[in-house]
Nanobody, 121 residues
Framework: QVQVVESGGGLMQTGGSLRLSCAVS????????MAWFRQAPGKRRELVAL???????NYSDSAKGRFSIWRVDAERSMYLQLNSLKPEDTAVYYC???????????????WGQGTLVAVSS
């Protein structure tokens, strides 16, 4: 099995910063693309940022210039630095990971349980 656990959410004021972490564990051959999604109350889940196996990154328009994603392969972890937070960033942030398992040797996509980021005005 593969487990994904997020941490680092919290309550911040407008303009503040947070760092989210995502840790992956289990019977893993390789971690492929890793991504952060978010879901605000009453809205659909949306992609915030992703980083692939080659560390190529991609950001949503709302994240560009404010958020930064990176990964530490040796730790099987991923991070999202959120700067200049706005009330509209309030959401549950989810880690999504594409993994090739050891046995059976197949690709699976795993979600974490989410971590809440709340930004007050």
């Amino acid at each position: 099995q593969v487990q994904v656990v997020e941490s680092g959410g919290g309550l911040m004021q407008t303009g503040g910063s947070l760092r989210l972490s995502c840790a992956v564990s289990g019977d893993i051959f390789r971690v492929n693309t890793m991504a952060w999604f978010r879901q605000a109350p009453g809205k659909r889940r949306e992609l915030v940022a992703l980083i692939d196996y080659n560390h190529t990154t991609n950001y949503s328009d709302s994240a560009k210039g404010r958020f930064s994603i990176w990964r530490v392969d040796a730790e099987r972890s991923m991070y999202l630095q959120l700067n200049s937070l706005k009330p509209e960033d309030t959401a549950v942030y989810y880690c999504n990971v594409g993994v090739i398992r050891l046995l059976p040797h197949k690709y699976v996509e795993v979600w974490g349980q989410g971590t809440l980021v709340a930004v007050s005005s």
